[in-house]
């Protein structure tokens, strides 16, 4: 009785080619799929490049919500600000002082020239002013106030005048000497002086700067500066020992805030 060959049977029903039954260690051959009409086509991952413009634009989006917020708090800061200035102001209409020049005497100008060809200025003035504070629920607190008398930039002389309490509806009389001894002058000052005093008319500014406190009931306010311009002045040279009355009558004086921010002053 003769023995029968039966072919080995394979799990996924493929004979075993040729190759395969004379070399059985040869690696198994791959199909060829790259021409599958069905294939999904190939996309390759976010790259490192992807995750930084991504990571970019959350930084600038951060950066503008940081701006939004910002000029958000600053808007409702300053309309907090607005409200309270105008309640504020309803509630105590806060006005500025007044200043005003009731008398300038000159008893003393001379111009003198020494040997060395310089020019001295000798004066001596008498100023009378007051200042009335207009308000009916702010007091005003005066520090010194250091007062100037000028004629076209040309100082004359100087004084002073001690601090003091304005109270409400209140006008203060002020009164102070202003002199200088021996003021060597510049020539051109000396030209300017020498050609007012021909024309019998000396332009005299009166300058005063001090700082002022404001006291609201039981609130008081940092001291703040204040100049105080005097300006429509005409003098001349005293005559003799009586002193020369200058005429006021067109004075006018202005108050300005001296508001210092670092070295710049306003």
């Known amino acids: 009785m003769t023995d029968r060959v039966y072919p080995s049977a394979k799990p996924n029903g493929t004979a075993p080619t040729a190759t395969t039954a004379a070399?059985?260690?040869a690696a198994p051959v791959k199909n060829q799929i790259y021409n599958n009409p069905n294939r999904v086509p190939y996309r390759p991952t976010p790259t490192a490049y992807h995750r930084h413009n991504r990571r970019r634009c959350s930084g600038r989006r951060c950066f503008c919500m940081c701006c939004f917020w910002s000029i958000l708090i600053i808007c409702v800061l300053l309309l907090l600000a607005a409200i309270a200035g105008a309640i504020f102001y309803v509630l105590y209409h806060p006005q500025r002082p007044t200043f005003s020049v009731s008398s300038l005497k000159i008893s003393n100008f001379n111009l003198t020239t020494s040997s060395d060809d310089a020019t001295h200025l000798t004066t001596?003035?008498?100023?009378?002013l007051s200042t009335k504070n207009p308000n009916k629920k702010l007091i005003y607190n005066y520090n010194t106030i250091s007062i100037t008398a000028l004629s076209n930039q040309v100082v004359?002389?100087?004084?002073s005048f001690p601090g003091f309490t304005s109270s409400t509806n209140n006008i203060t009389i002020i009164h102070s000497t202003l002199s200088m001894v021996s003021q060597v002058l510049d020539v051109d000052s000396v030209s300017s002086l020498k050609s007012d005093l021909k024309k019998k008319a000396l332009p005299v500014t009166i300058?005063?700067?001090t700082m002022v406190e404001v006291k609201m009931d039981k609130l008081?306010?940092?001291?703040?500066?204040?100049?105080?311009?005097?300006e429509g002045i005409h003098g001349s040279t005293p005559k003799g020992k009586a002193p020369a009355v200058a005429s006021t009558n067109n004075a006018k004086c202005k108050v300005d805030l001296r508001i210092k921010i670092l070295?710049?002053?306003f």
């Open 207 to 209: 300058l005063m700067d």
């Open 124 to 128: 001596k003035l008498n100023l009378t």
């Open 220 to 230: 008081k306010s940092k001291r703040v500066g204040i100049r105080v311009t005097c």
């Open 156 to 159: 004359l002389a100087k004084g």
């Open 23 to 25: 070399n059985p260690n």
């Open 263 to 265: 070295k710049w002053t």
